[in-house]
């Protein structure tokens, strides 16, 4: 069966890095860009890492990062828009992938904490 978390998170690095070079070379922006390239393609790695947890708290500790890197990510993508680094359209294409995986991590560590008290 295929793993939709990981699969959306990989095409979202790709996303992300493909977006990184834009605000490099179109924009001249280093820092904000740097932090979200950093974070964005954190939570595919850290995904692909919880395919191999050692644990099921390995598994829901790792899982965790990846949730937080993608709030990370999502503030970076609203501090790029506000700041005028990324219009409107570009902002709500990259937003909605990144909510979407939002969604999907906080479901599976809701699911995970529940089958761990049990």
């Known amino acids: 069966m295929e793993n939709i978390v990981a699969v959306k ?4 690095a790709i996303r992300i890095v493909k977006l990184y070079k834009l ?36 598994f829901l500790n790792k899982m965790n990062v990846a949730l937080k890197e993608a709030n990370e990510t999502e503030y970076w993508l609203i501090l790029m828009k506000d700041t005028e680094y990324l219009n409107e359209a570009e902002f709500q294409s990259i937003k ?23």
């Open 96 to 118: 909605k992938d990144c909510s979407e995986i939002l969604k999907l991590l906080i479901s599976i560590v809701k699911s995970t904490k529940t089958t761990l008290k049990k």
């Open 23 to 58: 605000l490099l070379q179109e924009k001249k922006e280093f820092v904000l860009s740097k932090q979200m390239l950093r974070s964005g393609t954190a939570i595919g790695a850290l995904i692909r890492e919880a395919e191999h947890a050692q644990s099921k708290a390995d």
């Open 9 to 12: 998170s990989y095409a979202f």
